[in-house]
């Protein structure tokens, strides 16, 4: 499957997620992205350093396509944001980061089973 098909396939095709990209793990490059996702590369590059630093996360909130989401969880995998009752879900695997936006109809636990699924096949297969 091509990047552009987990992003409409296995994320949007859901129908928990309504927005989603995959970008590369250093966040400096874009993979696939669905229609009305434009997180700007400084933003995901704030994601990508968070990872690994997830203290200016908790403290300045998470942007993403410009808006402001508070960050309710940050490690070395996964990273999870919330405004109201939508938020986002952003997994690093080996080689990607994958980000996904759900609307305040979907529960954060659907979403994040969602995108935490594709993650980790991404990863058994070697992304």
Known sequence: MSWQGYVDQSLIGTGKIDKAAI???????????SSGFSAKPEEI??????????????E????????????????????????????F???KTKQAIIV???PETTQPGEAATVIEKLA???IGVGY
């Open 45 to 58: 590059q704030h994601i990508s350093k968070g990872f690994s630093n997830s203290g200016p996360l908790f």
């Open 89 to 91: 879900c952003a997994v």
């Open 60 to 87: 300045k909130g998470v942007h993403i396509s410009g808006e402001k989401y508070m960050c309710i969880k940050a490690d070395d995998r996964s990273i999870y944001g919330k405004k109201g009752k939508e938020g």
């Open 120 to 122: 980790d096949y991404l």
């Open 23 to 33: 970008f590369s793990a250093a966040g400096d490059s874009v993979w696939a992205v």
């Open 100 to 102: 996904a936006h759900y």
